[in-house]
């Protein structure tokens, strides 16, 4: 199969951030090894989208105006962090409010399981529940697409989202083995280190998100920038393989060296 006849595989993730003691905080999960997409490593909640996300357009806020494709990811990247880790943004049909964590406990225990399972869709949900998704409560972050010299390409949707207060974000044990609230700056570090893995794209955009003080810094930086879709195109250097990416992307850099499996990134230019 040629590289232009690769088929290429929608997907949505989810940045969830918060305020922590110590500055700006994301939710991070840590990908089962038996998975056979970025096995092992630390990754942004998320996944595949899947072709009945889009039947949830009547049960969502902030759908206006969006395209089938547009819609299906967000919606998406919704679904993931309630199927990965249990958190739901959404909200009752008659309120404004997310819904709180006692009324979120109970829709855990009838659906996630099997939603997760793919037994009933994210709009089987809201139909029972009364749900609406808060589509309006995510933001455009970051649009990645795999190169095409990979064996999968992956075109990925990334939003950022204020996590729900009272939440509790946690692991699901399948698909994702561990988590944790971390600081983009020491997850960074973790990966310099070889504490975890953590592959280039998501390396890219906790960078990114380092940049920012706090939960509101990183919401309104968010809105008021256009995103760049970002396709790393390979390159032969002198020292190794390198990577280039769209300077007007928005993150530090645009050629990068990277060594040891992703392990070492150094910015060239």
Known sequence: ??????????ASTVLLIRDGAEG??????VRHH?????????????GKVDPEDSDARPFCRGAEGLDE???SHRVAAVREAFEECGVL??????????IDAA????????????????????ADVCRTEGLILALDKMVNYAHWITPRIVPKVFDTQFFVARAPVDHVALHDGSESTDSEWLRPEAAVADAESGKRTVVFPTRMNLLKLSQYKNVDAAMAASRATTVVTVQPEPEKHPKGRTLRIPAEAGYP???????DEGAKVTVLE
Do not use: Y
């Open 1 to 10: 199969m040629s590289e232009a006849e690769k088929p290429t595989i929608s």
């Open 24 to 29: 700006l905080e994301v939710f991070m999960v």
């Open 34 to 46: 038996e998975i056979d997409s970025f096995s092992g490593a630390l990754v942004f909640p998320g």
């Open 69 to 71: 494709s547009a819609l």
């Open 89 to 98: 943004l959404a909200t009752d049909k008659d309120g404004d409010a997310l």
């Open 103 to 122: 009324r979120l406990r109970g829709i855990e225990d009838r659906w996630r399981a099997d939603l997760a399972a793919g037994k009933i869709t994210i």
């Open 253 to 259: 850099g645009s050629h990068f060296l990277v060594e």
